[in-house]
T-cell receptor
Framework: QKEVEQDPGPLSVPEGAIVSLNCTYS??????FMWYRQYSRKGPELLMY????GNKEDGRFTAQVDKSSKYISLFIRDSQPSDSATYLC???????????FGGGTRVLVKP | GAVVSQHPSWVICKSGTSVKIECRSL??????MFWYRQFPKQSLMLMAT?????????EQGVEKDKFLINHASLTLSTLTVTSAHPEDSSFYIC???????????????FGPGTRLTVL
């Protein structure tokens, strides 16, 4: 069993819809939770990070962490075709430690 | 923001040859760099952690004699794939941390990746 599970998709939504992404994990020691966006043949770009449980909002993006359920989510409101990419969740036990990535979910936002 | 570059962006080589990939932090000094490998439609798998001036720490299952890592300066780490074979064909991505950033999380900044194809 992988430490971090993520549905590979693809997830196809119409422009303007809400994109809902999630990851589950097994290691309760994870404290920092990140979401990265990766365009094809490019390196990942950090979108958001959250420490411990709770919600965090940044523009169209909302990240949620539920440590009791070992479940994290990312919501993208008012999705745009430019949001089409692969979204990777990642987590780590302590600041500066190595990251453990989920498999990534491919998202396609159709105009 | 912090910028990490990689060179080359893509490389094709013959089986049995060695390939060197460079990772540079352009506007900050990185005491720690990470090397990842990503197969098509799969996630990033950490290969090794590279610390300036010391030996790299390899993840379980990664052959240190095959994937040579050198972090000789605070802005440059290199990954050399020795005696490359077709199964080494992959997307190699490095990342770096800026220790001077006052961050709770201490973000890793990723390079654009290097696509290696071994014929």
């Amino acid at each position: 069993q992988k430490e971090v599970e993520q549905d590979p998709g693809p997830l196809s939504v119409p422009e303007g819809a809400i994109v809902s992404l999630n990851c589950t994990y097994s290691n309760s020691a994870f404290q920092y939770f990140m979401w990265y966006r990766q365009y094809s043949r490019k390196g990942p770009e950090l979108l958001m990070y959250t420490y411990s449980s709770g919600n965090k909002e940044d523009g169209r993006f909302t990240a949620q962490v539920d440590k009791s359920s070992k479940y994290i989510s990312l919501f993208i409101r008012d999705s745009q075709p430019s949001d089409s990419a692969t979204y990777l969740c990642a987590m780590t036990k302590a600041a500066g430690n190595k990251l453990t990535f989920g498999g990534g979910t491919r998202v396609l936002v159709k105009p | 923001g912090a910028v990490v570059s990689q060179h080359p962006s893509w490389v094709i080589c013959k089986s049995g040859t060695s390939v060197k990939i460079e990772c540079r932090s352009l506007d900050f000094q990185a005491t720690t760099m990470f090397w990842y490998r990503q197969f098509p439609k799969q996630s990033l798998m950490l290969m090794a952690t590279s610390n300036e001036g010391s030996k790299a720490t390899y993840e379980q299952g990664v052959e240190k004699d095959k994937f040579l890592i050198n972090h000789a300066s605070l802005t440059l780490s290199t990954l050399t794939v020795t005696s490359a074979h077709p199964e080494d064909s992959s997307f190699y991505i490095c990342s770096a941390r800026d220790p001077n950033l006052n961050q709770h999380y201490n973000e890793q900044f990723f390079g654009p990746g290097t696509r290696l194809t071994v014929l």
